[in-house]
């Protein structure tokens, strides 16, 4: 059975700081996907991942995906306040027909 | 303007009473999908489908129903709702069968069960 986890699950940062979020998986899969959502908003595609070594990025956010490892990563550059929000990462199973999410990470950017 | 539309957007019922959430797309999208949404756990999918009469059960479907009559709509129905039902749901649509590429997300219905 596919789990996904997400490390961590809150995350309070400055202005101008570099962090990574985790996004670890349990059984082999090449597709991931990372969303985001804002309070009391729906859920925005940030990026898709579909092979092993791939890597997309937009503006202060870049993401990776290691199926060797079955770990995924979201790296926010010199985060300002404007990227506070919950990011979801959500992995398909071996059908392609469902996708199994993290339970999010909930990220506050100070001033 | 292409998008995924649920109605009602907010729903306070009652145990029992019967409803339906529904969803529509106008992206032409070969599948379709609902989630729920709780604190803490992220989206958990309850059925999705992958083209017009073709309905799957994802991983928590106890309790709803669907069905894929037009290419466009994907209802939602709660026979007898129970107070374990409330919560935040998405539908949500992507262009292909299977999940190959972005999924678009509708606005979300939050239902309350009394």
């Given at each position: ?26 059984t ?14 729906s859920?925005?595609?940030l ?17 990776s ?22 990011y ?12 199994i ?11 | ?20 959430v529904t ?13 729920r ?15 017009v009469?073709v ?5 928590v ?14 209802p ?9 039902q ?17 999924q ?11």
């Open positions: 059975e596919l789990k996904v986890e997400q490390n961590p699950l809150f995350l309070s940062m400055q202005e101008g700081k570099n962090y990574t979020i985790y996004c670890n998986y349990s082999t899969s090449d597709r991931l996907y990372w969303y985001r959502q804002d309070p009391g908003k859920l925005e595609s990026f898709v991942l579909l092979s092993n070594g791939a890597v997309k990025q937009e503006g202060r956010l870049m993401a995906l290691d199926t060797k490892a079955r770990l995924s990563t979201l790296h926010i550059t010199a985060a300002v306040h404007d990227l506070s929000a919950t979801f990462c959500a992995v398909a199973t071996d059908s392609n027909y469902q996708l999410w993290g339970a999010g990470t909930k990220l506050i950017i100070k001033p | 303007e292409a998008q995924v539309t649920q109605n009602p957007r907010y729903l306070i019922t009652v145990t029992g009473k019967k409803l339906t969803c529509s797309q106008n992206m032409n999208h070969e599948y379709m999908s609902w989630y949404q709780d604190p803490g756990l992220g989206l958990r999918q309850i059925y999705y489908s992958m083209n009469e309905t799957d059960k994802g991983d479907p106890e309790g709803y129903k669907v069905s894929r009559k037009e290419k466009r709509n994907f939602l129905i709660l026979e007898s709702p129970s107070p374990n409330t919560s935040l749901y998405f539908c949500a649509s992507s262009l292909h069968r299977a999940i190959t590429d972005t678009y997300f509708g606005p979300g219905t939050r239902l309350t069960v009394l």
